[in-house]
């Protein structure tokens, strides 16, 4: 199958003569089989098949090979949240003891599982500005660096990535580069075309795109070289006990491997599985992941000039926007358009962003993102609202910032509502 949108619908499920058109939900934690025998080979990884739904289903493997065909990977696992696809993407290469290179500009919830969680088990993080040159980039890598983390566009900085870059640097002290790609989505970015090795997701936002399921996902190009250095990743390159002494990369070649380990491992011993339902309504969402994420782009670049051209706003940040700090990097990551994700503030500061939310009538006030419903969050009466202004300009959040996520109603309607809610300001 050629073009993405072809992939959106088609791609993952194809039904033999008699069986459902739909992608059936295989809603079973367990499969049967005839002899004890058939089923032992499963558990020694030497024959493929379905046993316990915590390592693989059915449903969620044809969503995972969607996924893995859009972002044009050799394989990918579902999970039960960004969260975990975050946490095993990097565990699947660190252990205590090692040490991983990490955008500062990352989701607060990465930040913290990096900075704090994944600390407390022994793997230290270096954060570099994803605007730092390659001579400050370099001087983060130390010998037991595992890997590079970062995001094509950042949640809610919207740095965007200098991808081909930090690639090239990860690569030249021999370690992978891995993207969370949940903001443009494959449609608007396709990380591995630039280098990038591994890509994450937090499919709870446009990939499901109607807020009804958190999920999370990985996905591997299958081009990183794991025994070009050998040495540093062990656990791909050599005998792994836990499962009969089988050489991940030597048996399941360098497209299977990563993934592969990352299932019979990580997933086995931690077990974050989405359900088999909710990868049902995942394929849903991806079924119009091209028709949706064009009006997702085109509805926030006319809010982003609305706003900015209006004489009651501060200031707006979308990388659309010529002028802003990231339109080059836009223009050639992201060619048709970011995401629906904008940010701004309005004069009147932190008291003028309370009054403008609370009149409007159609963006509501939640704390999430990339909906097909227009939303807002302001974090510093909200998700940060125990700190001073002091402190949040400190931490790179304006007391007055607002994050606008435009959904895909009709845009007469989404600036109508900006505009009189501006009004009362
Ligand atoms: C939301 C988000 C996450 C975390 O995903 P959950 O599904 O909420 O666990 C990770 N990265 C980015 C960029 C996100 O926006």
Known sequence: ????????????????????????????????????EAMGKLFDLEAEGYFYTRLQNPTNDS????????????AAILLSSGQAASFYSVFNLASAGDHVVSSAAVYGGTYNLFAVTMKRMGID????????????????????????????IANPALAVLDIERFARVAHAHGVPLIVDNTFPTPINCRPFEWGADIVTHSTTKYLDGHATSVGGAIVDSGKFDWFRYADKFPGLTTPD???????????????????????????????????????????LGMETLHLRMPRHVANAQAAAEFLSAHPKVAWVQYCGLPGDKYYELGKKYLP??????????????????????????????????????????????????????????????APDMMRLSVGIEDPEDILADLAQALEKV
């Open 125 to 152: 993080f270096t954060f570099v500005s994803p605007d730092a040159t390659d001579e400050e980039l370099s001087a983060a890598f130390r010998p037991n660096t595992k890997a590079v983390f970062g995001e094509t």
């Open 336 to 397: 048709n358009g970011s995401s629906g994700v904008l940010s701004f503030g309005v004069k009147g500061g932190r008291a003028g962003a309370e009054t403008f939310m609370k009149n409007l009538k159609l963006a509501a006030i939640v704390t999430h993102v990339a909906d097909a419903r227009t939303c807002i969050l302001h974090p510093a009466s909200t998700t940060h609202r125990q700190m001073s202004d002091e402190e949040l300009i400190a931490g790179g959040v």
């Open 241 to 283: 006990e836990s499962y009969h002494g089988i050489v991940y990369a030597e048996k399941f070649g360098l497209g299977g491997a990563y993934v592969t380990k990352c299932t019979a491992q990580l997933m086995r011993d931690f077990g974050s599985i989405p359900s088999p339902f909710n990868c049902f309504l995942l394929n």
């Open 63 to 74: 969503v995972a090979r969607k996924l893995a065909a859009l972002e044009g990977g050799s």
């Open 1 to 36: 199958m050629s073009g993405i949108g072809t992939k959106c619908v088609q791609e993952g499920y194809t039904p033999r003569s008699g069986e459902p058109r739909v992608l059936p939900i295989v809603q079973s934690t367990t499969f049967k089989y005839d002899t004890g």
